[in-house]
């Protein structure tokens, strides 16, 4: 069986824990391969040799930095088939989302190619009289990036392209369900030119992140995950002194109004509720018509595109929309909400359970599952299902469905469809949400914009990439700086006796 260890100075290296957990093929239910579980003594290894190596990197002139990102960035689009392909063996999802998870992490070390302007601090001349103020700003030393499941190649990108162009160097525990995509960017790194050490991949668990929120060396910790592990990181961190930003779970609502194209907003519903099986902090899982007729019509138009959707393993190529779920437990757990729902008196309108795939019985697999009549109460809305199941809770005004949205404890993403400017204006403005669509489902922020949710889906003050991340990972030094008259006030020209 494969063993996969750890990138540790410009090195595969093999684990010495003795523990290892396993990495299944999600299609097909099977173990595919185990991964080495770092120690706290591993960890610490890492991050010492880290901290020398990031001397000579923060020491190197950002442009030389950023010709890493240029070369790195050309080293992806090179291998993007190749990354696609590793990404979707271990999460199972369809290749071409597998592409897209790349691509939108690319795009991240394409802005990092001009981090040299970003960096460049803030000065202000005759302050006082002969004084100057300026700002610099210096990496912090060495960072840690925590990442999930749910984007193999994105996340890890979105945390190593700005800690690294920034001067730092950075230790990134990848999730153990996912680790190769990461340990192959960082040969690729390595192939970009950057030297060993700057970026070390410990694979773990819960040993490793704990080592992480302890280790003196360590500044700063990125975290994307679950809204739990979220605010366990950002607590710990933060009480060990760190700079933390820890990015958790999310529950995105789409209200469709009456005026709303209903065939976009289906197709648009399909898309973000039901791709990649739901496993996006972004997914749109709540639908929330306006009115009954929108909501009949709503439910009309979704059922025939749903009942259309195909799911299967990634190797079937475009005969599929979405794959398997992570894990056994993974899948057992949606299942059991999908059961509750029912039990709590949702209508079920398409039912996803029992879905079988010939050839591919113990996949991880669960049908495309649609609800209607879902309230808040309800476990289903409750909880982040994460799976390919979406709600659809019926209100009868834009202000009701408004407050729903509002009241929710998750503050990710949401989106309107509507016909109406003044509508939409004010729902951007009023909704406590970080990341709204008008017209668009999932508003990631392309990779010049910075990414981050409100209330309970985001932990910390400033959002990961863009304009953000150059903040995160640098620090501010201003200097007061005062230059006496000198040498231009005739000092040199005759032969003075000294004072
Ligand atoms: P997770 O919280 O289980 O794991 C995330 C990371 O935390 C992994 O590296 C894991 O090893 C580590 N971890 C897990 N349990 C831990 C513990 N008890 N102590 C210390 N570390 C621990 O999340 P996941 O299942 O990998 O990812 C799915 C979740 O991530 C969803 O909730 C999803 O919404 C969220 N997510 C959020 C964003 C965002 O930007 N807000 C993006 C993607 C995913």
């Not at 476990?379 to 509002?406: C, D, H, N, W």
Request: with cysteine; charged share 20%.
């Amino acid at each position: 069986m494969q063993e996969i260890g750890h990138w540790i100075n410009g090195k595969l290296v093999a684990g010495t824990s003795g523990r290892f957990s396993e990495i299944f093929n999600p299609a097909t239910g099977e173990v595919q391969a185990r991964v080495a579980l770092a120690s706290t003594e591993e960890l610490d290894h890492a991050v010492r040799a880290a901290a020398k190596a990031q001397e000579g990197w923060a020491a190197t002139n950002p442009q030389r930095r950023a010709r890493v990102m240029m070369a790195f960035g050309a080293l992806i689009n090179r291998d993007m088939d190749k990354l696609a392909e590793m990404v979707a063996r271990e999460h199972g999802k369809t290749i071409p989302d597998a592409k897209g998870d790349v691509q939108r992490g690319l795009e991240v070390v394409e802005v990092c190619m001009g981090a040299p302007a970003m960096l460049k601090g803030e000065m202000m001349d005759s302050a006082g009289p002969g004084i100057d103020l300026y700002a610099m700003r210096q990496p912090l030393g060495v960072v840690a990036g925590i990442t999930p499941f749910n984007f193999p190649a994105m996340i890890p990108l979105w945390k190593m392209a700005p800690a690294l162009s920034c001067g730092n160097a950075m230790i990134l525990k990848p999730s153990e369900r996912v680790p190769s995509t990461s340990l192959y960017l960082a040969q690729l790194l390595q192939e970009a030119g950057l030297p060993d050490g700057v970026l070390q991949v410990v694979n773990g668990d819960k040993a490793a992140v704990d080592g992480i929120l302890d280790h003196p060396l360590i500044q700063a910790v990125g975290f994307v995950g679950s809204t739990p592990i979220a605010q366990y990181i950002y607590g710990r961190a933060a009480t060990n002194g760190k700079r933390a930003q820890c990015f958790g779970g999310a529950k995105n609502h789409m209200i469709i109004m009456p005026d709303a194209d209903l065939d976009k907003a289906a197709d648009a519903l399909i898309g973000a509720g039901y791709g990649a099986a739901g496993e996006r902090c972004m997914a749109i899982s709540v639908a929330v018509p306006v009115g009954k007729a929108t909501a009949d019509a709503l439910i009309d138009r979704l059922i025939p595109r749903i009942e259309a959707l195909k799911v299967g393993p990634y190797t079937a190529g475009n005969d599929v929309d979405f794959g398997p779920l992570i894990t056994k437990a993974a899948q057992d757990r949606v299942l059991g909400l999908i059961g509750s729902g029912v039990d709590q008196g949702a209508k079920l309108v398409v039912d996803g359970r029992g879905l079988k795939i010939q050839g591919y019985e113990n996949g991880f697999f669960v049908g495309p599952s649609l609800f209607d009549n879902v309230t808040p109460e309800m476990e289903i809305y409750r909880q982040e299902i994460f799976g390919p199941v979406l709600s659809t809770v019926r209100t009868g005004s834009y202000e009701e469905a408004l407050k729903l949205v509002m009241d929710n404890e998750y503050g990710n993403g949401t989106a309107i469809y509507t016909a109406d400017g003044d509508t939409a204006r004010d729902f951007a403005s009023r909704v406590n949400v970080g990341m709204v669509g008008i017209n668009f489902p999932i508003p990631v922020p392309l990779s010049y914009f910075s990414f981050g949710g409100w209330k309970r889906s985001a932990f910390g003050d400033l959002n990961q990439y863009g304009p953000d991340a150059f903040r995160f990972y640098t620090k501010t030094k201003t200097v007061t700086a005062r230059w006496f008259s000198g040498i231009k006030d005739g000092a040199a020209l005759n032969f003075k006796a000294l004072d």
